[in-house]
């Protein structure tokens, strides 16, 4: 059964950061790139982030060098570290297998606001 459980959103101002933490069941975390993924209202999910099972990690073009994926295979547990946000930023987060399994979790909502 495939568990995804993220945590760690919240309201923070321009410029701020925050660090999202994903629980995930050892059956979609053994062996998987892992990533973040971002859906702003209207808008379609996105991948933002990944890293493979080996810790390589990729970024796309508009959080690279403010974003940071991390994993820790011994907990089963994926992390975004968020610096320099911005309201582009505001979304729903979640964590998935990169590609995907169709099953997601609740996610964890960050707002980018003054």
């Not at 995930?24 to 099972?53: C, D, H």
């Not at 011994?74 to 975004?80: F, G």
């Amino acid at each position: 059964q495939v568990q995804l459980v993220e945590s760690g959103g919240g309201l923070v101002q321009p410029g701020g950061s925050l660090r999202l933490s994903c629980a995930a069941s050892r059956s979609i975390f053994f062996t998987n790139s892992m990533g973040w993924y971002r859906q702003a209202p209207g808008k379609e999910r996105e991948l933002v982030a990944a890293i493979t099972s080996g810790g390589s990690a990729h970024y796309i073009d508009s959080v690279k060098g403010r974003f940071t994926i991390s994993r820790d295979n011994a907990k089963n547990m994926v992390y975004l570290q968020m610096t320099s946000l911005n309201p582009e930023d505001t979304a729903a987060y979640y964590c998935n297998a990169v590609p995907a399994f169709s099953d997601w979790g609740q996610g964890t909502q960050v707002t980018v606001s003054s």
